[in-house]
């Protein structure tokens, strides 16, 4: 999805990302100074954002921030790297285009981001949802 694509891999592991990444783009895999070199379990890319799940189930996204991809309130259009809230430990990552979801241990799921067609929360009339909300099924 989006104009990025990024892999854990390698001996010993690292993430490593290709595309368009921030202000840069890179035509192989590339090794990205802003982030540590190791200690990711999961990777996902969107639209505008990349997130890490690392190996103590926390969550990081670096984002413009345009679509509440990074979780958080706020996101002024600049390339940043807070970590997101998300309430328990997290076992798996999945994204949209401009929205992420977290599978936590407890099995509750939890997204958050952009929300034009529900895809976040239906029940949020809100374009974004930029703190983590849960999924009721």
Known sequence: LGTRACAIGGSPLKLQCWGNVGSSNYLQP?????????GYNDVVAGWGHIC??????????????????????GGNGEW?????????????LATGWQH???LLDSGAV????????????????????????????
């Open 30 to 38: 590339t090794e990205l100074s802003y982030f540590p070199a190791t």
């Open 52 to 73: 890490l799940r690392d190996d103590q189930s926390a969550v990081s996204c670096f984002s413009y921030g345009y679509f509440g991809e990074l979780g958080i309130l």
């Open 110 to 137: 939890q997204c958050w981001g952009r929300n034009v067609r529900g895809q976040v929360d239906p029940a949020d009339s809100n374009e974004e949802v930029r703190n983590p909300a849960s999924v009721v099924f």
């Open 80 to 92: 940043i790297a807070p970590p997101v809230h998300v309430v328990g430990g997290v076992s798996q």
């Open 100 to 102: 992420l979801c977290a």
